[in-house]
C-alpha cells in the first residue's frame, strides 16, 4: 500500500507497509494451476540455462585445446563463459519472474523460503524442478556433443588444484551471498517505492551479479553458487571427482544464501521480526 509523497530532491515518493510473509505452509496453493504453472517454468528455464552454458564451456575447451587443433586463448575464454552464465540469468530471470519469479537456483529458492517469500511447498517444488531442468539440460549437451562432453569435463564443478576445501567453500558461501543479496536488493518493493524515479531493470543486476561472481571463482571452483547447476553436470558427467566435491556445491551456496537473507531481512530491512514471528506462530497452531 502506497501513496505519493514529496521526496527531498522534489521527487515523487510513496510510503509504503510490508506485504504479511507468505505462510509457512500452504496447502491450498496444491489445487491452483498457477503453482504448477510456476514449477514448469523454473524446469524450462534452467534446462535452458544448463544448456547453453555448459555447452559455452565445452566450446572454449574444444577451441584452446592445442593437441586437439584448437589454438592458445582460443575461444570465449574465462571472460566469454561469465558472460554466458550472466546473460542467461539476465535472460531466463526477464522471461520468467512474473510467472515463478525467475528463481533458477535451489539456493535463491531457499533465500526467499527463509525470508518468507515463498511457502514451504512451492521452494520444494520449485527446487525440485530446478533439479530436473538441470540434468535435462546437460544431458541434451552430452547428447548433442558426446564425442567432446567427456574428454573436456562435461562442465561438473570440482575444486581445483591447488585449493583447500576451505578456500573452495568459502568461495561458493561468498558468491553465492553476493548473488542473492543482489536478488533481495534488486527486488525490494520498498526499495522500489522509494526510489520510484529511479528505474531498475531487476534481471540486468542480478545477472551481472551472476557474471562478476564467475570471474572471480572460475579458477577456484568452476563457479557453482548454484546447486541445480552442480547437481545437473555431476549426474551426467558421473565421475569421482565432481562427485567427492559435490557438498562444498550444497553446502556453501545455502549457508550463502542464508545469510544473505538474515543480512537483508534483520539489518536492511530490519523486518525480520514479522517473519520470526510468523514462524512462530505457525509452529503454534
Known sequence: MAKGVEGAEGYQARDYEDPPPTPFFDADELTKWSLYRAVIAEFVATLL????????????KIQSDTTAGGVDCGGVGILGIAWAFGGMIFIL?????????????????FGLFLARKVTLIRAVLYMVAQCLGAICGVGFVKAFQSA????????ANSLADGYSTGAGLAAEI????????????ATDPKRNARDSHVPVLAPLPIGFAVFMVHLATIPITGTGINPARSFGAAVIFNESKPWDDHWI???????GAAIAAFYHQFVLRAS????????RSAANV
Open 49 to 60: 540455462f544448463l544448456y547453453v552454458t555448459v555447452l559455452t564451456v565445452i566450446g572454449y
Open 174 to 185: 561468498i558468491g553465492t551471498f553476493v548473488l542473492v543479496y543482489t536478488v533481495f536488493s
Open 272 to 279: 525480520g521480526s514479522k517473519s520470526l514471528g510468523s514462524f
Open 93 to 109: 530471470v526477464y522471461c520468467t519472474a512474473g510467472i515463478s519469479g525467475g528463481h533458477i537456483n535451489p539456493a535463491v529458492t
Open 249 to 255: 556445491f550444497w553446502v556453501g551456496p545455502f549457508i
Open 148 to 155: 567432446y562432453y567427456v574428454r573436456y569435463g562435461g562442465g
